[in-house]
């Protein structure tokens, strides 16, 4: 794999050259994701990706001139609503449900003409740090089949890392796209909150998810992001504000770029992790940039604000799965309407889901709603400001994107707080709306991939791409294990 | 011991937007169940709301006319509960910050009915039982809804159904609803207790739901008074809840307790931007409000039609802004209004029909009608049987008024009054000598001469005239 130019590039210039087909391109993915026993797909549109690459052929072959992302072979996390597509969210509630209408994110993408492979595993309803909680069952670490690729957006992360899909859509309410990279060794973004659509997204917790690319390397996940950034009139949280564009600017000069570690984020971490991040920090020495090191104690504060404020929103974005209109609905004998939807949920949602609908509906009762909820609010917004006021100061700050590798199955046992600190450097920038990226910086001794997660403020991921550009040209980490291994 | 009736309402008015609050689905009635829906109004997961701005005008328009102050930011809200015709399992709604705060309705008596606060939020869709199941039908979730709620302030029957009237004609006349009861673009939640004459502490509050008909909430209060005094006054107590009216026991009764409002688990929306105004679009908008009922009711009087006759005409806001057109340079708003309120009314019969208003004649016509009357050209029956011939659709009124004047038979009248004034000597000496009424007899004969087409008002002019120049020539 070349350092200067990504896999999207690659697989342009080698269709453009006609050196394969995006038939031929196609069906290899299919037939790997076939083989592959990673589990990281839970539908495989076989028949539209083979649709679709015919009709990119064809242009081709009339020598037109096709985009830079038209005939790329990719996934979708399976809560991107696709028309006539099934659409399961890893979850049996909806086992069977097939949307009428599309995310905007799966229409940009498909007026792009990227070939769309299928649908992939993820945690229940995204709720999950290892893809375990999938009713669809765990994915696999292609690094390490016993380890967890991580979550929520695990099957995508693994796809990318595995050759299985050029490129995947994730989506992160807390993590799930950066911490699944970190552990699959890949690129994630995690944009600024508003940049990207998330009309047809399978709310988790509405007021901090984003979608964001998952790439193989720092320039596809440009690519993708400069396609996906736009405003939507359908998503009244989608800024108006005009993007950067930021696939230009990557070569662009990082000189007296001034970092800022927060080393309450450091603490925790895997001994081997924390190197691995400080040395990769270390490495923009050589460009001028000053490193300082603080500690941030607002950053202490963002999981519990993340777990009220999630938990509430998640409750009632929950409710709308009684059965009723869609999705699974009981079967068997129920003595009214209440009963009909009390029993739907009950047999159909998982045990995290529940957890996480009783604990927001707690938060919002009456006696606790001003004393959790509401606190929660003013301290998001504390974070926020503090944030901002960081970023005069920094203008990146750098973190390990996991305190840890990945790690077992079942590794944290009945333990759900443990689960959830799996996120705890990640869901910072959730809380501060701010845009972070995780791209790979080593490896451990087990083999498995690190990540360093990078922040900026609103609106630079220009910024992030440059940073994480610079390093990866001379420290490139991510690999494609197995699948369709890309070298033309 | 004698009680106080204390009621306060919660008013549902649908808005009559082109689209529904949160999609662009139209806002139309009577459509095959689930044929006008979308992915956002049956709640689709994923799906997102983006709100209507035509629906916050409207309802700035209605918080403006109910004398409410605008609030220049407020929020949207989810209120969370489960029911199969609620989509999303929660509705888009205010609390904390509603868009119109504290205003009034004034009544005829001078009484004002305070309102607490004026907010928006979506319809859900109808539960229909079938005889092979129940469905729902959510062609109207997401319907753009404004609450009106009132302070308890309403302390009989008849303050009651003025207050819902009101309301009704501010809805019409700012053009924001047809608010029509029997339809359900106007519902009703009625809080209603009692309390001892003399004492300032509320009573147990009763809530009446989905009252649909103003008829119902006068019987539907009546009893509830009724039977709360009952309980009390056999030493009972009365347990906070929600009743349902019995329409055809009329009766109230239980439904279920009620909860305390913030079970909802209220908390605001994510999906939506605060609403945040600027004052000066306020103010156009308050600019740009049509005159209310109560002043055009004034004005009518001011232009010499009796009060009465003007309650009517502002009663219907179509009627009101014909009525406002045919007066344009008019010899007798009176007469317009009379015909209008009589001839008219009794051609359209029902009250939707008088609401609506739509008939064959314009106003500019109307005008031309009544100006000829007032000119003595046209006598009063020969125009109303025009003014029915249009209404009936047989033509344009004023091609018909043309048509009749130009086909009137020729006739010299001061000649034909002559001749019926010699041809009755009695009646002439019987006026002379102070009876006027016995001028009738020679009308009625140059009536019959004419058949009918002559004006009566001026043949008596003439014969009166004919009469004193005869005295003038005898006297000399």
Same mark, same amino acid.
């Given at each position: 794999m070349s350092k200067n130019k990504g896999l999207i590039r690659k697989i342009h210039d080698a269709l453009v050259a006609k050196k394969v087909s995006c038939l031929e391109l196609t069906s290899w993915y299919l037939r790997e994701i076939e083989k592959s026993d990673l589990n990281a797909f839970i539908t495989v549109t076989k028949e539209q990706a083979l649709e679709s690459a015919k009709k990119v052929d064809e242009k081709i072959n009339k020598g037109e001139k096709i985009g830079l992302l038209e005939g790329?072979?990719?996934?979708?996390?399976?809560?991107?609503?696709?028309?006539?597509?099934?659409?399961?969210?890893?979850?049996?509630?909806?086992?069977?449900?097939?949307?009428?209408?599309?995310?905007t994110v799966y229409e940009i993408l498909k007026n792009q003409g990227c070939v769309l492979l299928g649908k992939n595993n993820q945690d229940q309803f995204a709720m999950g740090s290892s893809n375990e909680t999938s009713y669809f069952g765990p994915v696999k670490n292609p690094h390490d089949k016993t380890k967890v690729p991580g979550g929520s957006s695990g099957g995508a992360c693994?796809?990318?890392?595995?050759?299985?899909?050029?490129?995947?859509?994730?989506?992160?309410?807390?993590?799930?796209?950066?911490?699944?990279?970190?552990?699959?060794?890949?690129?994630?973004?995690?944009?600024?909150?508003?940049?990207?659509?998330?009309?047809?997204?399978?709310?988790?917790?509405?007021?901090?998810e984003q979608a964001g690319p998952l790439t193989l390397t720092v320039e596809d996940n440009s690519i993708v992001y400069d396609c996906l950034a736009a405003h939507d009139p359908k998503d009244e949280t989608s800024s108006k504000i005009e993007r950067k564009k930021t696939f230009n600017s990557l070569d662009d000069s990082i000189e007296g770029l001034k970092i800022g570690i927060p080393t309450n984020c450091f603490e925790g971490s895997d001994k081997e992790v924390y190197d691995a991040v400080e040395k990769a920090a270390k490495f923009y020495e050589k460009f001028g940039a000053k490193i300082t090191y603080f500690a941030f104690p607002e950053f202490d504060l963002s999981m519990p604000v993340y777990c009220v404020l999630g938990r509430a929103e998640t409750a009632s974005n929950m409710a709308c799965f009684d059965g009723i209109r869609y999705g699974y609905k009981y079967k068997g004998e129920y003595s009214d309407v209440n009963d009909l939807m009390a029993k739907t949920r009950s047999k159909a949602l998982g045990d995290e889901v529940k957890r996480r609908i009783i604990l927001g509906s707690y938060v919002l009762n009456t006696g606790y709603h001003d004393a959790l909820y509401k606190k929660s609010l003013g301290v998001k917004k504390l974070i926020t400001d503090k944030v901002a006021e960081k970023f005069e100061e920094f203008d990146i700050l750098i973190t390990p994107t996991s305190p840890t590798t990945a790690f077992g199955f079942n590794y944290a046992g009945d333990d759900p707080v443990k689960m959830q600190l799996a996120d705890i450097c990640v869901v910072n920038a959730n809380i501060a709306e701010i845009p972070a990226l995780s791209i790979p910086c080593g490896y451990d001794s087990n083999n498995l991939p690190i990540g360093m997660q990078i922040m900026s403020k609103c609106w630079s991921e220009d910024l992030l791409f440059r940073v994480a550009y610079k390093y990866e040209k001379e420290n490139f980490f991510a690999k494609i294990i197995g699948g369709v291994q890309f070298e033309i | 011991m004698k009680y106080n009736l204390v009621c306060g309402f919660e008013t549902h008015i649908e808005l009559s937007t082109k689209e529904k609050l949160f999609c662009p689905c139209k806002v139309k009635f009577g459509s095959e169940p689930n044929s006008n829906c979308c992915p956002i109004c049956i709640g689709a997961p994923g799906t997102l709301p983006a709100l209507n701005r035509e629906a916050v005008i409207y309802a700035i328009k209605m918080g403006l006319a109910l004398n409410c102050k605008i609030n220049l930011f407020s929020k949207m809200e989810r209120k969370c509960y489960f029911y199969p015709d609620l989509a999303k399992a929660y509705q888009i709604s205010q609390n904390d910050l509603p868009l119109c705060g504290p205003g009034f309705v004034e009544l005829d008596s001078g009484k004002k009915i305070r309102i607490h606060h004026i907010h928006i939020e979506e319809d859900a869709g109808k539960i229909k039982n079938e005889s092979d199941g129940i469905y729902v039908d959510y062609n109207r979730s997401g319907v753009p809804l404004i609450e009106i709620v009132s302070e308890p302030d309403i302390s009989s029957i008849e303050e009651a159904q003025?207050?819902?009237?009101?309301?009704?004609?501010?809805?019409?006349?700012?053009?924001?609803?047809?608010?029509?009861?029997?339809?359900?673009?106007?519902?009703?939640?009625?809080?209603?207790?009692?309390?001892?004459?003399?004492?300032?502490?509320?009573?147990?509050?009763?809530?009446?739901?989905?009252?649909?008909?103003?008829?119902?909430?006068?019987?539907?209060?009546?009893?509830?008074?009724?039977?709360?005094?009952?309980?009390?006054?056999?030493?009972?107590?009365?347990?906070?809840?929600?009743?349902?009216?019995?329409?055809?026991?009329?009766?109230?009764?239980?439904?279920?307790?009620?909860?305390?409002?913030?079970?909802?688990?209220?908390?605001?929306?994510?999906?939506?931007?605060?609403?945040?105004?600027?004052?000066?679009?306020?103010?156009?908008?308050?600019?740009?409000?049509?005159?209310?009922?109560y002043s055009r009711k004034k004005r009518y009087i001011s232009l010499g039609v009796p009060e009465k006759t003007a309650s009517l005409l502002v009663k219907y806001v179509n009627v009101s802004d014909f009525?406002?057109? /045919?007066?344009?340079?008019?010899?007798?708003?009176?007469?317009? #209004?009379?015909? @209008? %309120?009589?001839? &008219?009314?009794?051609?359209?019969?029902?009250?939707?029909?008088?609401e609506e208003f739509k008939i064959s004649v314009s106003p500019q016509d109307l005008n031309y009608l009544v100006n000829l009357i007032a000119d003595n050209k046209l006598n009063m029956a020969s125009a109303k049987n025009l003014l029915s011939s249009a209404l009936e659709g047989k033509g344009n009124l004023k091609d018909l008024i043309d048509k009749f004047i130009s086909e009137s038979p020729k006739f010299d009248l001061k000649a034909i009054c002559s001749d019926c004034t010699e041809a009755c000597p009695e009646a002439v000496q019987d006026y002379?000598?102070?009876?006027?009424?016995?001028?009738?007899?020679?009308?009625?004969?140059?009536? /019959?001469?004419?058949?009918?087409?002559?004006?009566?008002?001026? #043949?008596?002019? @003439? %014969?009166?005239? &004919?009469?004193?120049?005869?005295?003038?020539?005898?006297?000399?």
């Open positions: 790329v072979p990719m996934s979708l996390k399976d809560n991107f609503s696709t028309k006539g597509i099934l659409t399961t969210c890893g979850s049996k509630m909806l086992e069977n449900y097939v949307p009428i209408y599309n995310a693994a796809s990318v890392a595995s050759g299985l899909a050029a490129f995947a859509i994730g989506h992160d309410t807390g993590g799930s796209i950066r911490q699944p990279a970190a552990f699959c060794g890949i690129v994630g973004l995690k944009p600024t909150y508003g940049a990207i659509s998330r009309y047809g997204i399978i709310p988790l917790a509405s007021s901090l | 003025e207050y819902i009237e009101k309301l009704q004609l501010t809805a019409r006349y700012v053009r924001v609803s047809d608010a029509r009861m029997q339809e359900g673009s106007i519902r009703c939640d009625v809080n209603i207790s009692v309390k001892p004459e003399n004492s300032d502490k509320l009573g147990t509050r009763i809530e009446i739901k989905n009252m649909n008909s103003i008829s119902f909430i006068a019987k539907a209060l009546k009893y509830e008074y009724e039977r709360q005094v009952d309980v009390l006054e056999s030493g009972g107590q009365l347990i906070q809840e929600t009743r349902r009216f019995n329409e055809q026991k009329n009766c109230t009764e239980g439904m279920r307790e009620k909860e305390d409002a913030s079970d909802y688990g209220y908390f605001p929306e994510p999906n939506l931007p605060s609403i945040c105004l600027e004052q000066e679009k306020v103010d156009e908008i308050k600019k740009n409000l049509p005159e209310m009922y009525f406002d057109s /045919a007066i344009k340079n008019c010899k007798s708003p009176e007469r317009v #209004a009379n015909l @209008i %309120i009589g001839q &008219i009314f009794s051609f359209l019969g029902s009250e939707t029909e008088k002379l000598n102070g009876k006027e009424k016995a001028l009738q007899a020679i009308i009625g004969k140059v009536m /019959a001469k004419t058949r009918g087409s002559a004006n009566a008002a001026e #043949a008596k002019n @003439i %014969i009166i005239s &004919i009469i004193n120049e005869k005295k003038d020539v005898e006297k000399n």
